[in-house]
């Protein structure tokens, strides 16, 4: 039978000296962290997603604004394709596939720029929660830090993830995002 278990007491054994063959067994201090929470919950991740969403938004009306200019830009096209002879409708044509392609190029760099933007902001909480985490290893001699993804069982007392969360929001209460540049 295939049977998985995780003990907050794990045994080590010191080599055994000269004068005694008996082992002796050492508890290592083994904690677990939910990453996931703290991503989820931390409120300077709140934060940068409350600040990423509405600049979002604000890009998203541009957007719609050049996407509303290229339809009536096409509707004309469509308008001068009986007036104009083919030469000067090929040439036409050609410069509004153009004004496209920028407006295509301009939304993906745009969404590019708010990628780094958002990336950047959460290394900030990234680097002041590894920080902490060094500290809490630090200040209480924990041996091992598990993920908590990768548990299948561990008891609340186990578990440092809210201490850890408190810690991060009283250091990091907010990240100003800085916006990409048009």
């Known amino acids: 039978a295939f049977f ?3 003990s907050a007491t794990v045994f080590f054994t010191k080599p055994a000296d000269a004068q005694t063959t008996a082992k002796t067994p050492a508890m290592a201090n083994i904690v677990v962290l939910d990453i996931g929470k703290i991503r989820r919950d931390a409120v300077s ?4 997603r409350e600040q990423i969403i509405s600049y979002q938004n604000k890009l998203q009306g541009e957007i719609q604004k050049e996407q509303e200019a290229l339809r009536a830009a096409q509707q004309e096209l ?8 083919p030469e000067a409708f090929a040439d036409e044509r050609h410069k509004f ?19 780094e933007t958002q990336t950047n902001a959460m290394l900030q909480v990234e680097n002041s929660l590894n920080e902490i985490i060094a500290s809490e290893v630090e200040k209480k001699h924990y041996d091992i830090i598990l993920r908590f993804s990768q548990v299948v069982f561990i008891k609340n007392a186990f578990d440092i993830t809210d201490e850890v969360l408190a810690a991060l929001d009283k250091k990091l209460p907010t990240v100003k995002v800085v916006l990409p540049k048009k």
Request: proline share 0%; charged share 30%.
């Open 45 to 48: 991740v709140k934060s940068i």
């Open 4 to 6: 998985i278990a995780l």
């Open 78 to 85: 469509a308008k001068k394709q009986t007036l104009l002879a």
């Open 97 to 115: 596939e153009q004004r496209v392609v920028g407006v295509q190029q301009m939304v993906e760099d745009r969404r590019r720029s708010l990628e």
